[in-house]
């Protein structure tokens, strides 16, 4: 069975520090995708990244990136220079090869004060 | 604007009262979801739908009912027998063919109390 833990219920931190939230994921299967997605108090969900499990390359966007360790099974996700537009909840998913369907973690609710 | 439309955003219901949450889509996407947000529990699925007229059970269904009879539309009925209904509900789509590599589309949900 798929799992997603998000230890992190919430952290808060101060506009222009650096903030990583935790992913760790459990999964039976060798292919399998891990994405983050963001939700603003609007409470629509927003696609962040997706990575495949063949694919343990970090990726940078902009002021957000992401550290990718099967080794550990985790798909950590660290906002540099945080500010107060980054305030939010926070999810990571697991989906597996040949299922159709999302499992999400239970989600990190990030609060950066001015 | 192409996108999920939810309605209504907001609902109060009494108690043994079912309730129709609607849910439509103009991105021509094939499967539409249906989740239930928690406080600390993250996103649950409830049902999903790959194709017109087909749809399957997700990991709590039991208490709610949908229809696919649209491409565009998939409604979730909240039923009396769901026990705890009061929560923020969630639809997302996302284009055939994708499955598994796709990220869901989401709405800006709906939050339904029970009084």
């Known amino acids: 069975a798929q799992k997603v833990t998000q230890a992190q219920t919430e952290i808060s931190v101060v506009e222009k520090e650096d903030v990583t939230l935790d992913c760790v994921y459990e999964?039976?299967?060798?292919?399998?995708?891990l994405f983050w997605y963001k939700q603003p108090p609007s409470g629509e969900l927003v696609f962040l990244i997706r990575?495949?499990?063949?694919?343990?390359q970090n990726e940078i966007s902009g002021r957000y990136s992401w550290n990718f360790q099967k080794s550990t099974s985790s798909f950590n996700f660290t906002i540099t220079a945080s500010q107060v537009v980054d305030s939010a909840v926070y999810f990571c998913?697991?989906?597996?090869?040949?299922?159709?369907?999302?499992?999400f973690g239970a989600g990190t609710i990030l609060r950066v004060k001015s | 604007d192409g996108g999920i439309t939810q309605s209504p955003k907001y609902l109060f219901r009494k108690e043994g009262q079912n309730v129709t949450l609607s849910c439509e889509q103009n991105?021509?996407?094939?499967?539409m979801y249906w989740y239930r947000q928690d406080p600390g529990q993250g996103l649950r699925l409830i049902y999903y739908?790959?194709?017109?007229?087909?749809?399957q059970k997700g990991d709590i269904a039991e208490g709610y009912s949908v229809s696919r009879e649209k491409k565009e539309s998939f409604p979730l009925t909240v039923t009396s027998a769901q026990k705890n209904p009061t929560a923020f509900y969630l639809c997302?789509?996302?284009?055939?063919?994708?499955?598994?590599?796709?990220?869901?589309?989401f709405g800006e949900g709906s939050r339904l109390t029970v009084l």
């Open positions: 999964t039976r299967d060798t292919t399998y995708y």
């Open positions: 739908s790959q194709i017109v007229n087909d749809f």
């Open positions: 990575r495949n499990s063949f694919d343990e």
């Open positions: 991105l021509n996407h094939d499967a």
């Open positions: 998913a697991l989906s597996e090869w040949d299922g159709n369907k999302l499992v």
């Open positions: 997302a789509s996302r284009p055939a063919g994708t499955a598994n590599t796709g990220e869901l589309f």
